[in-house]
């Protein structure tokens, strides 16, 4: 069983570029969640996108799950990578028709940490 998550529900994601701030951290062995600069298109029905640069939550947390004898048959610890504390932000996207709202909100992240995926903050999806 996989569990996958998107961090951030409210974006629409396009092209994401990102960059780890604390550049000296080893990504492929990295274990564990932390604050990451993400850069992704903002769009909107109406409105030109916005190429937008935010801090959003990244990383890997430790899972594991083991039989056991008794019902449910399995022992599971799956943590995912989520928002502890965020910030919203809004931006005005550009050449919106008249009709349009142009303000564009998201979240940015200012604190990350593993833990049970939450549906008030977080895709939650067993695959």
């Known amino acids: 069983m996989k569990l996958r998550h998107v961090v951030l529900p409210l974006l629409i994601l396009a092209g994401c570029v990102s960059a780890l701030k604390a550049s000296n951290i080893n990504l492929r062995t990295f274990i564990g969640c932390a604050v990451r600069e993400f850069t992704f298109l903002a769009r909107k029905p109406g ?11 990244w ?3 430790e899972t594991w799950e083991k039989p ?12 995912v990578c989520t928002y502890n504390e965020t910030k919203l ?9 008249a009709a349009v709202d ?3 909100t998201y979240p ?3 604190r ?3 833990g049970v995926c939450s549906t008030a903050t977080t895709e939650c999806e067993t695959v």
Do not use: E, Q, S, W
């Open 68 to 79: 056991v004898v008794d019902p449910p048959y399995i022992d599971a610890h799956h943590r």
């Open 102 to 104: 142009p303000f564009y």
């Open 112 to 114: 990350c940490d593993c």
């Open 89 to 97: 932000v809004t931006v005005k996207l550009p050449n919106c028709a």
């Open 47 to 57: 409105c030109k996108g916005m190429r937008i640069t935010t801090d959003a939550c």
């Open 108 to 110: 940015m992240a200012i």
């Open 59 to 61: 990383g890997r947390c």
